[in-house]
């Protein structure tokens, strides 16, 4: 089993910054990739930005603006949010692809969702 634990969402203004960090722990062999979706009132969950060793994707509204990274030796995963626009309100889910100890195929985690708030 995995555990994520996410933190650092809440409230700020157009134009500030937030930092989202998501801390992956368990039975943890490796890390495929990590990364963020958002989720508004009403709206489907979409892909913000997601890492694997060998690429980063962003969504188009947050290229510029927004930055994925990430610590291996922490099994964490960091959303770096500057340039805040009201639009970027909602719930934010750190997403992980692991491969566990005990199974021979990865398995896709969900962190508990964390809320960010921007008003204009």
């Known amino acids: 089993q995995v555990q994520l634990v996410e933190s650092g969402g809440g409230l700020a203004q157009a134009g500030g910054s937030l930092r989202l960090s998501c801390a992956a722990s368990?039975?943890?062999?490796?890390?495929?990739?990590m990364g963020w979706y958002r989720q508004a009132p009403g709206e489907q969950r979409d892909l913000v930005a997601a890492?694997?060793?060998?690429?980063?994707n962003y969504a188009d509204s947050v290229k510029g603006r927004f930055t994925i990274s990430r610590d291996n030796a922490k099994n964490t995963v960091y959303l770096q949010m500057n340039s805040l626009k009201p639009e970027d309100t909602g719930v934010y889910y750190c997403n992980v692809n692991v491969l566990g100890w005990s199974s021979s195929y990865a398995l896709n985690y969900w962190g508990q969702g964390t809320q960010v708030t921007v008003s204009s």
């Open positions: 890492q694997t060793s060998g690429d980063t």
């Open positions: 368990g039975s943890i062999r490796s890390i495929n990739r």
